[in-house]
């Protein structure tokens, strides 16, 4: 079964610093480009940090200079480095990625199931 599995969410205080993993499992061809959105209560979801195949990046207004994307292409997973952290980026973070099927070559994107990142003043 293909899935991305986040862990690394928690509680920090204002300032801290949060490092969010994505692992890619399953029969996977290559993965294209993965990115983290965030949600926090009565929000829309939107998009923190992308990265692309070719390691190019780009970020939030709000977050950048704070909050860095990277890939380990040969372990399938994808980090996100979460740095000055405060209040307004408590959220559930989700990962998403761009998986090609070894079974089909064909690619479909795909939803980690959030991690809980929660950030006290």
């Known amino acids: 079964q293909v899935q991305l599995v986040e862990s690394g969410g928690g509680l920090v205080q204002a300032g801290g610093s949060l490092r969010l993993s994505c692992a890619a499992s399953?029969?996977?061809?290559?993965?294209?480009?993965m990115a983290w959105y965030r949600q926090a209560p009565g929000k829309q979801r939107e998009l923190v940090a992308r990265?692309?195949?070719?390691?190019?990046?780009t970020y939030a207004d709000s977050v950048k200079v704070r909050f860095a994307i990277s890939r380990d292409n040969a372990n399938k997973t994808g980090y996100l480095q979460m740095n000055s952290l405060k209040p307004e980026d408590t959220a559930v973070y989700y990962c998403?990625?761009?998986?090609?099927?070894?079974?089909?070559?064909?690619?479909?994107?795909?939803w980690g199931q959030g991690t809980q990142v929660t950030v006290s003043s």
């Open positions: 399953g029969s996977i061809f290559s993965i294209g480009a």
């Open positions: 990265i692309g195949s070719n390691g190019s990046t």
């Open positions: 998403n990625a761009f998986l090609t099927l070894v079974t089909t070559r064909l690619t479909y994107s795909y």
